[in-house]
């Protein structure tokens, strides 16, 4: 409702998981790389809890998109199960086929016996197998109990099933319980979900406005968002309801900028605050905000009929590119907002020559080749390299300092990690199946430069994610002792160079070693720097991991953050 009177195009603070407004706070990536550690870690419990809202699904899902091809996976987010219940939901998840072995009745013994030879045929072709549970604080103890006895099936290698826990902060009581020893001690790693702090909050509420289209200030203060950050105690999801209802009493105000008695008031109402502490903070209220922000079911009502009347539609209010005015701008009665509205979509400034974001989008894309020529030639121009007529970019490259990269699967997660200029295929709406591609060139905030045919265009990120399905391609600069063909530490040059980088501060260690490193140190050496990093800690060091030390050490390379 109030999203046009703010120039946004989507409500930015609705509770659902919605990927565009995928926020990752250093808290959130730390518990995204022990859920990765525990992919290899050779079975046993990995657990992640949080409050309720902290963002527990977020990462679960990053944490999907990032699984190795490797691994089977089963997701329960419906725990409250009996045993019987539990086992058939597993073995559906995972697809094997059970059958009770006296007719009508199915045992314990009818589901393990099939999951465990599953679960060997997987090991044997060099598969791992995880099992998720979300919202487990609501397994009982049996569930809990037959749970640990599914992780006694393990050859004498290792464990055949990894299963991850995620809930709420009662979860963490219930393994330390004394009759929960024995899963206890088969937790292999574990991570408290915290609330994001005041500047993360800011960045978060600064996020979410981005991608829902505002291009001017944001409407909360400074001091408006302070108290944010005070009633909803850093929880994403209270975050959301705080703000959204914050916007909501600002639209029906009258007024463009969100005051901290606005925050107060907002509080009130969606998280019922006691009443003695409501008449506090109403006493410090304004008459004026007071009767706005009291009359929000009124001037929601009223909002309802005029937006399908087609006073209020999308066209009596001002361009989804043009400026929001300052939280500074002059307050004004709540019936002064359909009135200021209308006149702005009757003004000839409101007529903007320039296109829409999803237009120049779209006309960008027309404008590109099927062919990925031209694409790989602008990509390879950023680094200053150059590819013969012809020729394989990925073959001929390498003899300019550079290699490829590849990756079908990847979400801008990743892209902002990488933080280099990437090549990526777009299947433009109009002709969904035939493919385009496009240099990502630059990544300021939610917008992003696309290059390609000699053109440029700057469209938002949610834009671009209606068009990309993942595929990327890009360069990094390989060290002078990289092999043409294997890993790095196949030459004794290549090693030194990877130890060195390793042992540097800048990538997390002690600083340089006067011995050599054993391969179990630089292994170990290689899982940190890639648990820090929040990718999958295989301990091998691969183009990805290599790329991210050459961010990390300050390798001469071009960054989407600078466009250089």
Known sequence: MYAPYFGLRHPPFSIAPDPRYLFMSERHREALAHLLYGLDAGGGFVLLTGEVGAGKTTVCRCFLEQIPSHCNVAYIFNPKLTVHEL?????????????????????????????????LAAHGAGRNTVLIIDEAQNLS???????????????????????????????????ASPALEQLAQRVIARFHLDALSLEESQQYIAHRMAVAGLQGPLPLSARAMRRVHALSRGIPRRINLLCDRALLGAYAAGVRGVTVAMVNRAAREVFDRPAAAAAASAARTPRWA???????????????????????????????????????AALAPAAAAPAAAASAAASPASAATAPKPADALAQFLRAQDTDDTAAWLALAAAWGASVPDRADPCTSLPRAGVRCYRNPRAGLNLVRQLDRPVLLTLYPAAAPDTPVTAVLRHLDGNLATLEG???????????????WRGDLATLWRAPDAMPDKGEITDTAAGTAWLDAQLASRAAGGAGPERRAATPAQRQASIHRFQLAQGVVPDGRPGPLTLMLLNRATGVNEPRLRTGG
């Not at 109990?145 to 009581?173: D, H």
Request: charged share 20%.
């Open 87 to 119: 086992l058939r939901s597993v073995c559906d998840e995972f697809g094997v086929p059970h059958k009770p072995g006296v007719s009508g009745v199915e045992t314990v013994k009818d589901y393990i016996d099939p999951l465990n030879a599953s679960l």
């Open 141 to 175: 103890a049996d569930v809990l109990e037959q749970l640990r006895l599914l992780t006694n099936l393990e050859t004498s290698e290792r464990k055949l099933l990894q299963i991850i826990l995620i809930g709420q902060p009662e979860l963490r009581a219930m393994v």
């Open 290 to 328: 007071v009767a706005g922000l009291g009359a929000v079911a009124g001037a929601a009502a009223l909002a309802v009929a005029g937006w399908a009347a087609g006073v209020w539609g999308p066209g009596a209010q001002r361009g989804a590119d043009a400026p929001v005015q300052p939280a500074s």
């Open 453 to 467: 045919a000699g053109q440029r265009v700057r469209v938002p990120v949610e834009d671009l994610a209606d068009v």
